[in-house]
T-cell receptor, first 116, second 113 residues
Framework: DGGITQSPKYLFRKEGQNVTLSCEQN?????MYWYRQDPGQGLRLIYY???????QKGDIAEGYSVSREKKESFPLTVTSAQKNPTAFYLC???????????????FGQGTRLTVV | GEDVEQSLFLSVREGDSSVINCTYT??????LYWYKQEPGAGLQLLTY?????DMKQDQRLTVLLNKKDKHLSLRIADTQTGDSAIYFC?????????????FGKGTSLLVTP
């Protein structure tokens, strides 16, 4: 079945450690996104990538890094520089297209990261 | 980006209609979306509306768009307990770098028997 997969579902890390969240899609989508969700904050865009080997900072990119070496994969690294890393992280993908077309975003099930 | 505004909570009785409101920021947004999130899960697209439309109906869902006031609403008819979830309004944001979605904070809908 086509879809977008995030792993793991729950992740615990000690403060000061870097951690990488996985996001894989087999929808053949060009564009992929990372959002962070905090209670009462909604979703905020961390990074997005419109095409392989290219990515752009979102609204809250500080303390995060990404790579897009393959179309199917868009891993997110939460570095020790991120001051408040504990959150629910959502990955999404969509077809790349002109802005006047409907580009529905498909979301993964999320990874809940807890830093202790 | 600037904030997309939604009320945080809504409680309705089973069988009643629910109306969730949203005010968005970017008058050039091409599409506006409603997503549903069940506890501990990702987001599912419920419906969307193109910016040159005033209304869209899809089974129990009706979306109304007032472009002048940048106001979007989602009406759920005959609300069921399975509709209890968080509903997010989102606007498409286009820039030279590409396209992304700008989300509201979500409205928690509680449906009571």
């Amino acid at each position: 079945d086509g879809g977008i997969t995030q792993s793991p579902k729950y992740l615990f890390r000690k403060e000061g450690q870097n951690v990488t969240l996985s996001c894989e899609q087999n929808l053949n989508h060009d564009a992929m996104y990372w959002y962070r969700q905090d209670p009462g904050q909604g979703l905020r865009l961390i990074y997005y990538s419109q095409i392989v080997n290219d990515f752009q900072k979102g609204d809250i990119a500080e303390g995060y890094s990404v790579s897009r070496e393959k179309k199917e994969s868009f891993p997110l690294t939460v570095t020790s520089a991120q001051k408040n890393p504990t959150a629910f992280y959502l990955c999404a993908s969509s077809e790349q297209g002109p802005s006047f077309m409907n580009t529905e975003a498909f979301f993964g099930q999320g990874t809940r990261l807890t830093v202790v | 980006g600037e904030d997309v505004e939604q009320s945080l909570f809504l409680s309705v009785r089973e069988g009643d209609s629910s109306v969730i409101n949203c005010t968005y920021t970017d008058s050039s947004s091409t599409y506006l979306y409603w997503y549903k999130q069940e506890p501990g899960a990702g987001l599912q697209l419920l419906t969307y509306i193109f910016s040159n439309m005033d209304m869209k109906q899809d089974q129990r869902l009706t979306v109304l768009l007032n472009k002048k006031d940048k106001h979007l609403s989602l009406r759920i008819a005959d609300t069921q307990t399975g509709d209890s979830a968080i509903y997010f309004c989102a606007e498409s944001v286009d820039s030279n770098s590409g396209y992304a979605l700008n989300f509201g904070k979500g409205t928690s809908l509680l449906v009571t028997p």
